[in-house]
């Protein structure tokens, strides 16, 4: 649903399936909702990937982080894959799956 153009409020979130279609559908989604965004006057925005931070194959955080990142004219921005609730954490740069290497976990 469209939301007014006038909208005050402190936060706005828009749910993709990023994760999960293909990489040309996120990222055209993800420039789509950016777009939406900036037209209605945000200034601060965040992108919020899987809290699994793709532990699997599949995902599309790499190619809709950089779409951003060109669209807004950033040339850096910060990841933190650590979510201790889930199981992720970061020891050493490593991101580990509970007790085991991301790239061992399966």
């Not at 293909?22 to 950016?34: C, G």
């Not at 931070?53 to 190619?63: L, P, V």
């Not at 950033?74 to 650590?82: E, I, M, V």
Request: aromatic share 8%; with cysteine.
């Amino acid at each position: 649903a469209e939301m007014a153009a006038g909208l005050d409020a402190d936060a706005i979130v828009i749910a993709l399936k990023s994760r999960t279609t293909p990489s040309a559908d996120a990222v055209a989604e993800s420039l789509a909702a950016l777009e939406w965004l900036r037209e209605r006057g945000c200034e601060q925005i965040f992108f919020k990937y899987c809290s699994t931070f793709d532990s699997t194959a599949a995902g599309n955080i790499g190619q809709v982080s950089e779409a951003l990142l060109e669209q807004l004219g950033s040339d850096f921005t910060l990841a933190c894959p650590a979510f201790p609730e889930n199981g992720r954490t970061i020891f050493r740069g490593h991101l580990f799956v509970q007790d085991q290497l991301l790239s061992e976990s399966g």
